[in-house]
């Protein structure tokens, strides 16, 4: 046995993993029993915070996040090259910067839309909103997912939208590139805005925490009102600029009014978390 | 934990033109969805029924929209305890009477608790409370007996009376607009206050009037 940290709950996953983060003072020596009686009630669910192999990147993570750097990295390198032939810069940048403005109200919506409908077995999104159950019922084992495993699903969708949009895109057009580079890189990034924003101040590089104070990237406080009763709000996950103003018009409220009416689905913020959903307390909060 | 999770049974069609004999004013009020709904109490114009005329008093309404002044129309809906209420029950009395969109909803159950926590202060008014909406029985007592609602709650199945009053949408028509009506003791409407997203200040608004009356 071995003394933990007090509020660690990856306790649980270091006596499975023999990769050790968390501030052990002895390595890991479990028995099966050991094993047996701290595993959750629930076992069956995939991808938890006790499988610490479903947080580890794969060679497919990689290739993803390697093909949605390059169709960002190639747009944007194509709008510096036609803003050097126009001789003009203000441009570009103005658009990039909307880029950056609009990345944010596009991840908050589609957090949104995850977080409030469908289930792990609808078509498509399966497989995202499982991620999402799982990411509201540990929170900090983003933290614990390495970066390739946490963008490739962001960057997979990056490239299948980048390619389309650049083909038709002229060639010249320095705004347009900018624009689409800095949205798609920011919505490829955002889940490592994210993962910041579920770090602690202590263990987060010094230029991430200046950036989150400054209100360039979301902060640790604001992200963490998502992850409180009534689960409905603070949705908005690159720099959360659009967070205060989509709350205070009751955006979200609004359009699950409109899908209620129209399609008679209550979202899951109108009632108490289910037990998929429910935060499991015990483990590493972040600040 | 009790919730409506049904589809709404009469489901709000796309608001239809108000009933005006200019065809000019059909046009507008086509294009104005929302012709009188106010958004976080801002009011937006009413162009659809202005252009009409109306009639010297008695104030009856020739359009299916209730004003301030008017006389509304009666009605006899079902409480949530299945028993019929008549609007001519609360003659006599001030009548606070609020149509929301749905029960269980995060809007509705904040201004069902707001007119409850502020019930005595109504009292104390001599005015009574009734909720109005699309609901059956059923979902109002539940709603009811979760939030502890000392008050009326009505089902207008089919939204008839919601339309015979006028009550405006809002979202293009999707949304049941949220509109509150103060009816003095004679039976004529004194306030007509619309508010979706702001649905604490029916109360104020509304026991600002009472207590001018």
Not at chain 1, 11 to 35: E, G, Q
Not at chain 1, 96 to 119: C, E, K, P, Q, R
Not at chain 2, 183 to 199: C, E, M
């Amino acid at each position: 046995m071995y003394a933990l940290t007090p509020h660690c709950h990856l306790s649980k996953v270091l006596r499975l993993s023999r990769t050790c983060r968390a501030t052990a003072t002895s390595p890991a020596r479990t028995s099966t029993a050991d094993r047996r009686r701290h595993l959750p009630i629930t076992t069956t669910t995939p991808a938890t915070a006790n499988d610490y192999s479903s947080l580890r990147s794969t060679w497919a993570h990689r290739a993803w996040v390697a093909t949605g750097f390059a169709s960002v990295l190639t747009t944007l390198a194509k709008s510096v090259s036609a803003a050097v032939d126009s001789g003009s810069a203000f441009e570009p940048l103005l658009a990039a910067f909307l880029g950056y403005i609009l990345a944010d109200l596009g991840t908050g919506v589609y957090h949104w839309a995850i977080d409030n409908y469908g289930s792990p077995s609808t078509p498509i999104f399966g497989p995202q909103i499982e991620a999402f159950q799982g990411h509201h019922r540990w929170p900090w084992t983003i933290t614990r997912r390495e970066f390739a495993n946490n963008l490739h699903a962001l960057s997979r969708a990056v490239t299948f939208a980048v390619m389309p949009i650049e083909f038709f895109a002229a060639a010249d057009d320095a705004a347009v590139h900018a624009f689409v580079g800095a949205c798609a890189g920011c919505v490829m990034m955002s889940q490592q805005f994210h993962a910041w924003a579920h770090g602690t101040k202590s263990r987060l590089p010094p230029v991430v925490v200046a950036l989150q104070d400054a209100g360039v990237l979301v902060s640790r406080a604001e992200h963490a009102a998502h992850h409180r009763e009534p689960y409905n709000s603070n949705y908005c996950i690159v720099s959360g600029v659009w967070n205060g103003l989509l709350d205070e018009w009751k955006a979200f409220e609004a359009m699950e009014m409109v899908v209620f009416f129209r399609f008679g689905v209550r979202p899951r913020s109108w009632s108490d978390p289910e037990l998929e959903w429910k935060e499991e307390t015990g483990g590493v909060s972040s600040e | 934990m009790a919730s409506c999770t049904s589809l709404p049974k009469h489901p709000l069609p796309l608001v239809r033109p108000t009933m005006s004999k200019n065809p000019a004013s059909q046009i507008i009020s086509f294009l104005s969805k929302s012709s009188n709904s106010q958004f976080y109490g801002l009011s937006l114009p009413n162009l659809a029924t202005s252009s009409s005329p109306r009639p010297l008093s008695p104030r009856t309404p020739i359009h299916a929209k209730v004003s301030k002044g008017d006389v509304p129309p009666p009605f006899t809906l079902k409480d949530q305890n299945g028993r019929n209420v008549s609007l001519t029950r609360f003659k006599g009395k001030p009548a606070v009477v609020y149509f929301y969109p749905a029960d269980e909803t995060p809007g509705c159950t904040k201004e069902a608790c707001a007119f409850r926590d502020s019930y005595e202060k109504f009292k104390k008014a001599g005015a009574e409370v009734v909720g109005i909406s699309g609901d059956d029985p059923a979902s109002h007592k539940a709603f009811a007996t979760k939030y502890g609602l000392p008050f009326t709650l009505l089902s207008d199945e089919g939204n008839k009376v919601r339309k015979e009053w006028g009550v405006p949408s809002d979202l293009f028509g999707v949304l049941p607009g949220r509109q509150t009506y103060v009816i003095d003791r004679k039976g004529a409407v004194q306030l007509v206050y619309n508010n979706q997203f702001q649905p604490e200040k029916h109360v104020e608004e509304t026991l600002k009037l009472l207590q001018s009356l």
